[in-house]
């Protein structure tokens, strides 16, 4: 089966696998891509494939070439690996009266690294955004003294207008109210209780652009 070889950021070839094991500076970790694939993630080190390992095995080792000593060759860029920010970095503002459901979230998110602050309320947000900036925001609708609805509108005009928000409810709300809600510039998500963790997580980890977790059904 011929291949293409990787060279710098080029696909050359197609090559025999005779013809690549004598190619100056081939060896069993050069990055090789077989005819008739069209995945990018097909380009793998030649030891991957018996048949090109085979003829590795039987061919005295080619001489070095000036080139051979030069860095190995890095792997297409459409096939590295996701580059992910680090949770540690990244903090996150839990607003909700319900002490059992915000104290969950803030243990969940915690136990993956994530900086968590609370407040009961949005007059106890705005008190905490006055010394702290997140990166997230998590709030419920119906708090006493200030609720989700007036927050929303009091981060508008502030500096923390820019500040992506998710919406947690357990209210029955109109069509008419999401759609509001909805128009807030900075609302990205709006979600339901019982919360549909997974789908949360995935939501968390998209927006802070760090790791997703593996697949869990947890629902609170």
């Known amino acids: 089966m011929p291949y293409y070889l990787h060279e710098g950021n080029n696909a050359v070839g197609p090559f025999e696998p005779g013809e690549l094991a004598r190619r100056p500076g081939f060896h069993k970790d050069t990055l090789v891509f077989p ?3 069209v995945d990018q993630a097909a380009w793998k080190p030649a030891q991957a494939f018996p048949d090109l ?28 690996a996701p580059k992910w920010d680090a949770p540690q970095d990244k903090l996150i503002l839990i607003v909700d009266d319900d002490d059992l459901f915000r104290s969950s979230l803030v243990m969940t998110l915690r136990s993956m690294n994530f900086r968590i602050i609370d407040a009961t309320n949005g007059l106890d947000a705005g008190t905490k955004l006055q010394t702290q900036t997140p990166d997230l925001i998590v709030t419920d609708l119906m708090m006493p003294n200030q609720g989700g609805y007036e927050f929303l509108r009091s981060l508008q005009g502030s500096s923390s207008a820019r500040i992506p928000v998710f919406v947690i409810t357990g209210s029955v709300i109109n069509d008419a109210t999401i759609t509001m809600i909805r128009e807030e510039a900075n609302v990205l998500e709006l979600f339901s209780k019982p919360l549909n963790m997974t789908k949360f997580l995935l939501a968390i980890h998209r927006t802070m652009n760090t790791q997703p977790p593996p697949r869990r059904n947890s629902i609170f």
């Open 35 to 37: 005819v008739g694939e």
């Open 53 to 80: 390992m085979l003829v590795l095995d039987t061919l005295p080792p080619p001489p070095p070439s000036p080139s051979a000593t030069a860095a190995s060759p890095e792997p297409p860029e459409d096939v590295a």
